[in-house]
């Protein structure tokens, strides 16, 4: 706990001069006599925390302004467009709340995953396997089966697929010591080419040249929220899902074990939890709950199984998740605040011309402003004095 | 059957293999030196998007091919630094660090794209892309010539890397400092070694050498730019470091080995095959994963990688 | 005195870490060739002091003076330019490397490698003091007791006028730390100033010339070695006058508890493997584990408590075989067990204090219910633990992060004493903690003991177990090599039993040299002309 460092840019002195060597070092009697020591907290205040999560926010947004107005676009009036594309209307409200909906999920697949410290990178190939089990169950079940129980099939097909594909990452782990990160990654482009396959060869729709296959039955499409709105039952599943990893991490003792690895898995081992138990398990809700996302998009949007319908939407969710630092809450308000920006991105670029693929910048600026946040919070200045000739 | 076996071993592929492994070897050494100081950097997909991009926006603009090689290599310069402040000054997660340097990457080169080129994604120009350059003498060699010595220069500059980097890091002083600070950065700290100083070098020099593996992609082999365009190729470099037990040959024998596979699957694409196209699109993705499975020996990872460095807390 | 036997001066410094005031106003000399302890309980703040001298830290106020200059240490690398070095208690070694890369590190430049006149200087460094030394091999395959000497080699070979060890000893067996001695005073011969840090009395007046001591971050005072004796430094170092506590009676054994047959775990020839371990322990009895830590304790203490699988042998814990069985099934018979490292063994330091006291057994009555945790009572047993153990905390759901080492152990000892356990292992208790702490922990080991709990103390501190213990069984190389059943008496023959030597006969302490040319080889009996330092 005696975590003093050197400070690194905050030191004026040392930054004035090269500290090499007794001959600058050393001058008796006088020179500076005070400076700055960097020191660690025991303890974050949490409003601390809060400010920077959202000086993280307002830093970005102001970068990101040079980006509009390198782009040649007023800034104000595009961020006004934005806004107003995002909550302007009731209508766009509710469109922010339906891009939001997979981030959801997505946001919290990778947040259960990094509580465990297990590096989940796959949530967009977990995704896609959550569109094709939730496809293929539409298959053999639509008509069926009444479609209440049909839509929990397919969503539970869309989960299991999920499962899966991070299951495999997870074999690879904890039998082979494959590191996870790799594994996803990996999986994620195998599973595209995958997908791009079937849409060309057995899924393809016969009556299309385009990698696409033919809608789906309307019997399969998750119930509508509203009239004149495409909100559809995967929002209030996604919500559910925060509520649930919350409990599972904090009301369950899988959760505490989930958390347990993330901390130390060595102490964890010493408390009896076995590590590759929990990390495959991890790996598997976490791989369900991003196939859920698939499966919500698909039969709550599209009804078409597409090559971009999803793509993208699991690196947002890696994005939402450690901005939330990994708290279910957390990841609900980033998700709708991204959802806000994907929305209004696109009526700012029909007015002002700024291009949408802002959205990206703008979400990976915040990421890394409120990365360094953390950290400087976590931190404080304190003026040392070093008193003069008592020698 | 037979055709299959006649491609594999066609000179065009092996003159592929070293042309495709190009990239990736110059990733690799770059991540391996950056890793033997400690950090893991996970955002060299990322520095291949945006310095593949930077190279080929100041190809379109001036035409001038060096400035594009100089800006494309500060590119990943650049990146390697925001990673040195992230996770050496900042003391941010590497894991996370990379990650998000990764999405930036690609998102700041996507936003820049349609910036630059007024959103008309559909009718982005080509640019003009470096020659390959045959050594006189030796590209007469048969075979051998062909396949070493009539390649881009930047080939020869990733070839000639290897020695370099080696006598670097087992015969200087700088070497031994940047070895022993992936190893036990306190040992090196209380040894009066800078180990914020060490890393910000080797990051700089793994973004710089990743910034090359993108300017490559973009103005070397294809003259095009789009946000796929590394396609993995970061990743693979990641794992070609793992399973090459962070030495320069192994690294080299994994670069030309995805080099050869990728150059293999095109050639018998181009010649038309039953083979599903997207099968072999997937295939180094799923060799990848084989090899790290096969190939279990982790003896000379960097005893500290990827955990942060505070003086006292040892 | 004057100025110019003066080499060092530390004016007025004090150093401030969050929570902790670890040096306050400390002021002292030292003098040129001479040998000056630093004496005080852990915690007193000695090691921050050293590493202040060593620009380690940054004082928040105060000064130095080296040489009469005034100084201002930004970093080792102006210590090491002003010629001081230091032998940190944990080795700073980059175990990867060979001795000579070692001690090249950061003394070459950025440029071409020159190690053979590394090699050359060192070669001469290795004949001054008689150490054999192989300067190619990694050293991290080295004996402990060589890696220290690649510590002070690494700050010989810089030319230092003042060298700092911090506990030099704690790592070395009785001969090893003579040995160590007889070197340091020929360094004091040549000149060198040497600051010895260490909390053990017979030491400091073995070796020092002065001795400064430390309490509480302050310095009680600054005398001639020769001028005081080891009460009066324990009475300054502790604050009181304390009776150095003969042992009391060891009450009577009940039934045999625990009982190891032929245990053996990781591969022969392995560092710190067991090699074949034979010991019974009854109820009502401390049983001491004694021996330079590196020997097979970890890996002991592992087996016991079910981390590490036992490769051949059994374990019986009241009378049932444990093989196969993980931490929790172990636990769950009656086993509670305190690991040497509590911040990487024992306590989850991100979570809460309730839910560390709950670890191991999180997934039982009455902390969880069918897979449901139940926070009621996570709260309950913490407010109990917290009451009981006196553990100094904001609240029982407070993060673990922010408590000291002692409060830290209290949490672990609350932990596993809880449920009357039949059998104790713990290992290294008190490392780290402060006189009272360390006091506390034994007093609790002594009521279990009264119990009718069988203890198996593991620790390398000697008087510890000394102190504790009526049986003790010394560990070499993977075996305990020898059983003393009145360890006080015996203290001479634990003591080369430590070193492997298992005939006292064979092997006057003079004879013993620290070369370690048989270490991994041979029936160390056999081998009396060498003290054969652990592996």
Redesign the interface.
Known sequence: MTDVESPPAVDEAASAETPIGPVETARPGRGWRSGWKVERRLETPWFLEVAAIVGAILVAIAVSAILIALAGSDVLDSYRALYNGAFGTRNATIETLVQATPLIFTGLAAAFAFRAKVWNIGGEGQLWAGTMGAFWASLIFAGAMPRALLIVVVMAFAAVFGALWAGIAAVLRTRFGVNEIIATVMLNFVIINVLSYLLSDLWQDPASFYYQSERMPDVVALPRLFEGGRLHLGFVIALAMAAVVWFILERTSFGYEVRSIGVNPRVASYGGIISNRIVLATMLVSGAIAGLAGGSELTGIHLRLQLDIVSGLGFTGIIIALVARLRPVGVVAAAIVAGAVTNGATTMQLSTGVPAALVDVLTGLTLVFVLIGAVVVNYRLRRVSIVEGQA | MNDYVSTALAVTVFVGAVRIGTPLLLAAIGEMVTERSGILN?GIEGILTFSAFIAFVTVDRTDNLVLGVVFGALAGVLVGL?MAV?TV?????Q???G???N??G???S??L???VFD?AASDLPSVRTWDVVAIPGLSSIPWFGEVLFTQHWLTYVAFAMLPLVWLVLN???????L??VG??P?????????I?RTQYAALAFGGFAAGLAGTFLSIFSTGLFFPTIAA?RG?IA??IV?FGNWRLGRILAGALFFGYLEAYQLTIQGQGTDV?Q??L??LP??L??VA??LN?T?SNVP?HLGVPY????? | MTEDDILLGVHGVTTRFPGVIANDDVSLAIRRGSVHCLLGENGAGKSTLAETMYGVHRPDDGHLRFKGERIDFRSPRDAIACGIGMVHQHFELVTPLSTIENVALGTTGKGWLDLESVRAKLTDLCGTYDVELDLDAPVGVLPVGLQQWVEILKTMYLGVDLLILDEPTAALTPAGVELLFASIRRMRDDGLSVILISHKMHEVTGVSDRVTVLRKGKVVDTVDTSAVDAAELTRMMVGRSVELSSVEDHPDPTDSVLRVEGLVVGDAGERGSLNGVDLTVEGRTIYGIAGVSGNGQSALFDALVGVRPATAGSVHIGGEDIAGLGPRRISALGVGSVPADRINQALLMDFGVDENLALGRHRDRPFSIRGLLRRKAFNARAREAIDDYEIATPGPGHITRVLSGGNLQKIVMARELEGEPNLIVVHQPTRGLDVSAADNVRRRLIAERDRGAAVVLISDDLDEVLSLASRVGVMFEGRIIGEVDDPVAERDRIGLLMAGVTDAHEAAADQVGEDDTDAAGGDPALDDEHEVVNT
Do not use: M
């Not at chain 2, 015969?171 to 400092?177: D, I, N, Q, S």
């Open positions: 996970l925001v992230l000054t900042f003391k941010v997660e894991v996370v660090a990650l998000s340097l999405l930036l690609v998102g700041f996507f936003y794209l349609r910036a959103n015969r200087t002083g700088f070497g031994l400092e070895r022993s190893d036990a306190g040992a090196a700290d209380l040894r009066g070694v800078s914020e993995g990743w990641l794992a793992i599903p997207q099968l699109l997937a993705f799923v990848t994963l790290l499975v279990r982790r005893l505070l003086r006292g807390q040892r």
